[in-house]
């Protein structure tokens, strides 16, 4: 298997993921699960935290079954070793960064997977620090320390965000991304001072702050102030099950969707699912928090899951315009638009 190249969408990752191989069939089943249902796998963007949790509640409330699909979910852990289970078969669904889709279009010429629904309207992509650090943007950490997960969004998604914000290509070279193999651990490093901030998802903010404890306040430095015309987290399938199978992507959709607009309006009760499905689940509260600060990002009404052909081309433009890839390409190649739900039946 080629080596791919996407860029990680995830920090705070709980473990690898297991057994996925017994739990989905190949890309084009759809068949044999329980009692005739449409047996299917989805990856989690990372791990099994409250911003995570939307599949384990359509589960729990019969979503998925009521569109004749037997949904296991697993704890993902990265765009790239999630993209690996798409393009082996192992599971036919996950969610990934969409700017790492977009960059893995501009580089790679034999991309197998497609974009089937927006799971984040804008993107969470952030980097946190202290209060006390006295961060206010990208220019002050020039000569910084800043604790990644290799390889993930934040440090290389990090140029288009900073040229954007005014620094030169020297100034953005000065900036020290320290990768840290464990993501959970990035948080500790900036409560010891080890780093002066840490990449993050806008809404991993409680458990940075549990990390700091009474002694700072989280500050926040979101990549969507330079990089509005970006979408989040996306869900992708592989090439195959798209051209072989799109009514079961349609019946996804609309309980995925169905399913993230529930949860958004029931932080409490997603949490609690969240306790029931996983092994060592996040705090109650922290989850709950996590879906609430989700809300603003993933739309309103019919707008959830739906994306607009014009908005993707400008954020194809701008990580181009950014050095993240050479080559431009037409939206319609990475996003099956006639799949993604359009705006009047969005949650079905």
Sequence with gaps: MRRLRTIATGFLVLGLIAGCSSSSKSDDAAGGGKKGLDKVTYVTGLGSFGREAYAWYG???????????????????????????????????????????????????DTNFKIVDAINQRTTVAIMTRQSSNVSGPADLIGKKVGVQ???????????????????????????????????????????????????????QPAVQTALGSSDKVNVLP????????????????????????????RFNRAYNKSLAASLDDPDGTAAVLQKAVQAPQP??????????????????????????????????????????????????????DLVPKASTAQG
């Design 59 to 109: 589960v729990d409330k019969g979503f998925f079954k009521a569109e004749g699909i037997d949904l296991t979910v697993e704890p993902g852990k990265a765009g790239a070793a999630n993209l690996a289970l798409i393009e082996s078969g192992r599971a036919q669904f996950a969610a990934i960064d969409y700017s790492g889709a977009i960059v893995d279009y501009g580089k790679n010429t």
């Design 150 to 204: 290799a390889g993930a969004v934040p440090q290389t998604l990090f140029p288009a965000y900073a040229r954007l914000a005014g620094l030169t290509d020297a100034q953005i070279k000065q900036v020290q991304f320290v990768p840290a193999q464990n993501p959970q651990l990035l948080p500790g490093l900036l409560a010891s001072k080890a780093t002066v901030g840490i990449g993050q998802f806008v809404v991993g």
């Design 223 to 250: 990549y969507s102030k330079y990089l509005g015309d970006l979408y989040g987290n996306v869900l992708v399938a592989s090439n195959k099950l798209v051209s072989s199978n799109p009514d079961l992507i349609k």
């Design 284 to 337: 109650a509260a922290a989850a709950a928090a996590e879906v609430r600060l989700s809300k603003p990002y993933c739309g309103t009404g019919d707008e959830i899951g739906t994306m607009d052909e014009t908005k993707v081309a400008r954020g194809i433009a701008i990580l181009q315009g950014a050095g993240l890839f050479a080559n431009t390409f037409d939206p319609s190649k990475m996003v099956a638009f």
